[in-house]
Nanobody, 126 residues
Framework: QVRLVESGGGLVHSGGSLRLSCAAS????????MGWFRQAPGKEREGLAC????????YYTENAEGRFTISRDDVKNTVTLQMNSLKSDDTGRYYC???????????????????RGQGTQVTVSS
C-alpha cells in the first residue's frame, strides 16, 4: 500500500509561483506512473501533469501546459509540481496520484489513480 502525502500549498498572489511536493511511503515510486490533479470548488477533479516511470516522459493537460512542470526523484521517493504564472482559476485542492495500470496520457486525461493523497490547498488571490 503506497501512502502519498502532499505539501507546499498555500496562499499566493496572481502571477506568483508555488512548488508542491509529494512524498511516498510504503512502496517504491519507481513502479508507478505519477501525476498531479486538482479539484476546484464546484468542479470535478481534473488531471494536470503526469510522468512516466522510466525516461521521465511527461504529459500535460491544457490547464498546465507551459506553466507547470512535473518532476520525480525515485531515490528520494518524491514527485514535485512547479507552478508558475498562477491565476485565480488555479485555486483548488491539489493531489498527487500513482498508477501502474494505464499510460500517462490516460492517467491525466481520465484522472485514473491507484493511490491518491489527501491533497494540499492552493489559493490564488487576484
Amino acid at each position: 500500500q503506497v501512502r502519498l502525502v502532499e505539501s507546499g500549498g498555500g496562499l499566493v498572489h496572481s502571477g506568483g509561483s508555488l512548488r508542491l511536493s509529494c512524498a511516498a511511503s510504503g512502496g517504491a515510486l519507481d513502479f508507478y506512473r505519477m501525476g498531479w490533479f486538482r479539484q476546484a470548488p464546484g468542479k470535478e477533479r481534473e488531471g494536470l501533469a503526469c510522468i512516466t516511470l522510466r525516461y521521465n516522459r511527461t504529459y500535460y493537460t491544457e490547464n498546465a501546459e507551459g506553466r507547470f512542470t512535473i518532476s520525480r526523484d525515485d531515490v528520494k521517493n518524491t514527485v514535485t509540481l512547479q507552478m508558475n504564472s498562477l491565476k485565480s482559476d488555479d485555486t483548488g485542492r491539489y493531489y498527487c496520484g500513482a498508477t501502474s495500470g494505464v499510460n500517462v496520457q490516460r492517467m491525466c486525461s481520465q484522472v485514473i489513480t491507484d493511490y491518491r493523497g489527501q491533497g494540499t490547498q492552493v489559493t490564488v488571490s487576484s
